[in-house]
């Protein structure tokens, strides 16, 4: 069986070159350190080329465009599938750094290039503006959390959420004044959601013991004592609450 041959960078040329002239440019391989250089009239173009998309080729591509606007990376058309949110997040990136994408196809008996897109000015307040839901519910989530009980950079640990946070505060009220409905819940302090947590149970913490009125399960006792600086923090703020409606 005859072995499949290898793919080196000057694969990734002819088929960028063919596809330049046929758009009207001279073009011109290895030129002052840049893989491609193409001309026609007054615009400069320049490709460069590497088989894997990674940090040296868009190092490579920004200098570049100290000599024009007209900034290419070239790389073999990825094997997993172009929707994914992978390939969607490295296009933001590459057009965020306001350089155009060329995928070449080397499937079947010929290479074909194809541009995914051109360089353009990348609008970051157009970009901030399509994903204000994003920000409002980032700035929620931390408006939703007592302090920060998160190390960043942590992938294997537990994460505090505001959502989670809500769940401990219901359970700690629970815990220290026995069974209750979501009404006397959220005259402590609960929140609006404190009916939907105690009906969905997501971590399995409360159980409804007549109509309209919730308990702490043994396995909420039990996950609470996992968090005494919570716990604190919320009975600290019950018994402050407390202390300003008696002075009223």
């Known amino acids: 069986m005859k072995e499949k041959e290898k793919l080196l960078e000057v694969d990734l040329y002819k088929p960028i070159q063919r596809f330049l002239v046929k758009e009207g440019f001279e073009v011109y391989g290895e030129v002052n350190d ?33 000599l024009t606007d007209l900034v290419y990376i070239a790389i073999p058309k ?8 992978k390939w969607v997040d490295i296009c933001h990136l590459i057009k965020r750094l306001e350089l155009g994408l060329i995928v070449v196809s080397t499937v079947g008996r010929g290479k074909k290039a194809d541009v995914l897109f051109h360089p353009s000015a990348f609008d970051r307040k157009k970009s901030m503006r399509q994903n204000k839901r994003k920000r409002e519910s ?11 009980y998160n190390v ?11 959502y989670k946070e809500n769940c ?36 399995r913490w409360f159980e409804r013991v ?7 399960t043994e396995k909420g006792l039990q996950d609470l004592s996992e968090y005494p600086e919570l716990v604190g923090y919320y009975l600290e703020k019950v018994v402050t609450k407390g202390e300003n409606n008696e002075q009223l």
């Open 34 to 66: 840049c893989d491609i250089a193409a001309v026609k009239g007054d615009e400069l173009v320049v490709v460069e080329l590497k088989l894997t998309l990674n940090v040296d080729l868009l190092v490579q591509a920004a200098k570049r465009q100290r």
């Open 138 to 148: 980032l700035r929620k989530e931390i408006d939703g959390r007592s302090a920060n």
């Open 152 to 162: 960043g950079g942590s992938t294997r640990t537990k994460i505090m959420t505001a």
């Open 210 to 216: 007549k109509r309209g009125t919730y308990a702490l």
């Open 78 to 85: 990825p094997k997993y599938n172009l929707r994914s949110k």
């Open 168 to 203: 401990i505060q219901i359970a700690c009220y629970l815990d220290k004044y026995g069974p209750s409905s979501p009404k006397v819940l959220r005259e402590l302090g609960t929140g609006d959601k404190t009916s939907s947590i105690l009906t969905k149970n997501y971590y």
